[in-house]
């Protein structure tokens, strides 16, 4: 009986060991990314490691607001990279930075569906009943979210669309609300209306309707000593990523902001 | 009443893991009637069949003029549409019923019928105290009798008793086999009583099937059932006379009652028995010694003049069973090869079997 | 402390996991009775297929429901057909995926209550003339009862608990799919970690009472016979 108790602590304790051997710190970085980032971020990182091919990257996406309280709490990021301003300012606020926010690109909010031709269709179309359900990200929490609904007031529709509205917890389920076709209409980014995997169309919500969504990075007090952190922080304010980050729809700052 | 009413007639097989039930036997209408064997013969099994628990068993069953299953016209009436009364013998009453309402279960459901004496019921099983408790708080023979009187109440056409004092204590079991034996006077009810312990059966019993792995080896009535000599030799030790008289004298100083049947008197040890009651006595067969003569100086009370009927092997090659005829009633004998031809005994010889009153106290 | 919103959520989640359990508990006992008292060679499939829920993640859950109920999905075009309004984003929606997610708390506790129930008290109900029915609600249920209850503690407990479904078929909406849970993960979200505390206080203290409240229903174990 002991014997056995004893070899059921060895095992916990194997199990409880990291499978992966640690790297090189330097060499190796997690990324928060705001979920509109989805294929983007994915690009830029691959076009990086083409240059670099001993850097490991990796990304979690997930809601700005989300990923903002995670590093508050220490999760092990090296760069933020959210979908608004805000967000990396309190984040600086709040003593948890290893920087200043840079600006990285300007997001645009898009209404898409996979049923509906929206090419021609203005945001207070939408009151409209043939729109069905309209999806958005979480405004209490989500940038792009917090956009969709002013630019809702503005259009004057938001009483009338209340009831129709579903909620994404973030941008990328938004979308995917959308994708799947259980909501009609979504209002979502447009870098991820271009990097749909599911056929649709969409149509611009004007930026004047909105705050605008001004992207920034930061890097993190863990980043902040990483060398490979900031080589990618600066690698991606480069013409290159510029132009990747521009074919997914978005509006770049000026040069060396 | 002229014409009998058909009893119960069971043709029926099973297959239940390692027992192969294959039954062919008739019961009367009325009475009791005991299955008996050894463990393992398939007694429980017939009576679950019978009962309509198996419902794969293949054959027939016909209660009176009521078909109760016949797989060739793939007829099987459901259990409760059968009138039966069930007792088993771990008693089973529902848990979360009072003693009250485990009585009136079946009762209800039976419409509460007025030519059932519901209160003469309890008051003759002794149930009265024990109407409001629950049943965890009752003993074995309590459970037992709230048992009986439940299947009783639920206005049953056939009564199946599963070796119901089997798993009871020896005072329970004395104190309920006495009041079957006073129910048995009164019962309409045709009764199938299964068990294992050939007292019992003895006191009990009208009628008498001897099942042995599976199969019936004989069925008739109690007297002439039990003393065949041509039985199987698992069934040996059930073998005896069953003799039926009347209680003619008490001796209150030797504590004997003296039992008056058709061929002569016995002395048996006084247990309840009063005058002039119906009293019922096993006799072993191997508790029965063969005398040429009468002797007067031995202990044993009892010499009764028979005669020879047949002889056959017992299941030992050192014994013999001997059919005796005592003015009209069958004993039976089992004694020595050697004893037998010693005494130089014939069928037809006038011979005197003793038994002693102690080996009839059963 | 609490604001509208939040006790709108609270409501809606009670609600919630009444209807579910009083449903589950419904299409729960005939499906444990059979599983119970069948030899139909179907038994140990449907037993299976109905702990699958337990070991599948309830996002995996939430994320095929989303899809197959969908507009493009095989039971979608079908409630659509039948001119029926969509099951995602609704409660009613949230009420049937919360009954598949809950499904093997509810019917393990009563299947392991009906086979502790036995044969003997049915046959012996049988003989006594019950019919199936009567045998069902007069020896069966009662006897049956403490496992009753466990099914319900367990399935409203878990259905209370829920987020992983939710989350991935909600749609988050006020009043309809906004549960307590989704609350408090936006609360989180948003920082706000001070009404996410008082509201996880809430659905604690709601939770224990509504339990307490259930196990007081249930009976010490009858006297075994």
Request: hydrophobic residues 45%; aromatic residues 8%; contains cysteine.
């Amino acid at each position: 009986m002991k014997r056995f108790l004893i070899s059921c602590l060895l095992a916990c304790a194997a199990l409880l060991q990291p499978w992966s051997k640690a790297s090189a710190e330097d060499q190796h970085i997690t990324i928060a990314a705001a979920a509109d980032l989805h294929d983007a971020m994915d690009k830029l990182i691959a076009s990086y490691r083409r240059n670099h091919p001993g850097a490991t990257l990796e990304v979690v996406y997930g809601a700005s607001g989300m990923l903002l309280n995670q590093i508050e709490q220490g999760a092990p990021f090296e760069l933020f990279f959210s979908a608004d301003s805000s967000y990396p300012q309190q984040l600086v606020a709040h003593g948890k930075a290893g920087g200043t926010p840079v600006p990285y690109a300007m997001g645009h909010l898009v209404m898409w569906s996979a049923s509906i031709d929206m090419s021609q269709v203005k945001v207070a179309d939408l009151s409209q009943q043939r729109f069905g359900r309209i999806a958005i990200a979480n405004p209490q929490h989500a940038p792009y979210g917090k956009r969709a609904e002013q630019a809702l007031h503005a259009a004057g529709v938001w009483d009338a669309v209340q009831a129709r509205l579903v909620y994404g917890e973030n941008i990328a389920q938004t979308a995917q609300f959308a994708q799947s076709g259980n909501a009609t209409v979504g209002l979502i980014a447009e870098s991820l209306a271009k990097a749909s995997p599911v056929k649709g169309s969409y149509a611009l919500v004007p930026a004047t309707m909105h705050e605008p969504l001004k992207q920034s990075f930061v890097l993190t007090q863990r980043g902040a000593g990483n060398a490979l952190a900031k080589d990618f922080a600066s690698y991606v304010q480069s013409p290159p990523a510029r132009a990747i980050l521009a074919g997914y729809g978005f509006s770049l700052p000026g040069a060396g902001h | 009443m002229t014409e009998a009413t058909p009893g119960l007639a069971v043709k029926l097989s099973l297959r239940r893991g390692a027992l192969a039930l294959d039954v062919d036997m008739a019961l009367p209408a009325r009475g009791i009637t005991a299955l008996f064997g050894p463990s393992g013969a398939g007694k429980t099994a017939c009576l679950r069949t019978i009962a309509g628990f198996e419902r794969d068993s293949v054959g027939s069953v016909t209660f009176g003029h009521a078909i109760w299953q016949d797989t060739a016209r793939r007829i099987f009436v459901p259990t409760h549409r059968r009138r039966l009364g069930h007792v088993f013998q771990e008693a089973s009453l529902f848990a979360h019923l009072s003693v009250a309402g485990n009585l009136d279960y079946g009762y209800r459901r039976a419409g509460r019928p007025e030519h059932l004496d519901r209160e003469g019921l309890i008051e003759r099983f002794g149930l009265r105290p024990l109407l409001e408790r629950r049943v965890g708080a009752l003993s074995g023979g309590e459970r037992q009798r709230v048992s009986m009187v439940r299947a009783l109440l639920s206005d049953p056409a056939l009564l199946l008793f599963d070796e119901p004092l089997s798993a009871l204590d020896a005072a329970a079991r004395t104190d309920l086999l006495g009041c079957l034996e006073s129910l048995h006077g009164t019962l309409e009810t045709p009764m199938i009583y299964v068990s294992h312990n050939i007292d019992e059966v003895a006191r009990l019993a009208d009628h008498i099937v001897l099942l042995e792995a599976g199969h019936v080896v004989a069925q008739g009535d109690l007297q002439s059932t039990l003393t065949r000599v041509d039985l199987p030799p698992a069934l040996g030790e059930a073998l005896g006379a069953v003799i039926e008289g009347e209680a003619v004298g008490l001796d209150a100083h030797d504590q004997l009652v003296e039992l008056a049947f058709p061929g002569g008197r016995l002395w048996l040890p006084h247990r309840q028995e009063t005058l002039g009651q119906k009293v019922r006595c096993r006799v072993a067969a191997r508790d029965v010694v063969l005398l040429r003569q009468p002797e007067a100086a031995t202990s044993a009370l009892n010499q009764i003049r028979c005669r020879i009927v047949a002889m056959a092997d017992a299941d030992h090659a050192s014994q013999c069973l001997v059919r005796l005829d005592a003015g009209g009633s069958a004993l039976l004998a089992r004694i020595t090869r050697r004893s037998w031809h010693h005494l130089s005994l014939s069928p037809g010889d006038e011979v005197w079997a003793q038994v002693k009153a102690v080996a009839l106290g059963a | 402390m609490f604001s509208a919103q939040d006790l709108q959520a609270l409501w809606l989640t009670l609600r919630l996991a009444s209807v579910v359990t009083l449903l589950l508990l419904l299409l729960g006992c005939p499906l444990a009775w059979w599983l119970t008292h069948t030899s139909s060679r179907w038994r140990r499939p449907v037993a299976a297929l109905v702990a699958l829920p337990l070991v599948l993640p309830p996002t995996v859950l939430g994320f095929y429901l989303l899809m197959l109920w969908g507009p493009e999905g095989a039971v979608g075009r079908l409630i659509a057909a039948a001119g029926l309004s969509a099951l995602p984003f609704t409660f009613r929606g949230l009420v049937v995926a919360s009954m598949l997610y809950s499904l093997p708390f509810v019917v393990q506790p009563l299947h392991n209550a009906f086979e502790a129930v036995g044969e003997r008290p049915l046959e012996l109900a049988s003989s006594l003339g019950a019919g199936p029915w009567d045998r069902f609600f007069t020896v069966a249920l009662p006897l049956a009862w403490p496992g009753v209850i466990t099914a319900a503690v367990l399935g409203f407990a878990h259905t209370v608990g829920e987020f992983g479904v939710v989350l991935m078929i909600g749609g988050n909406i006020p009043g309809q799919t906004r549960v307590l849970s989704m609350r408090i993960y936006d609360h989180v979200q948003a920082g706000e970690y001070h009404q996410a505390n008082v509201l996880s206080l809430c659905l604690l203290v709601v939770s224990f009472a509504a339990l307490l409240a259930m196990t007081l229903l249930r009976p010490r174990r009858y006297a075994r016979d």
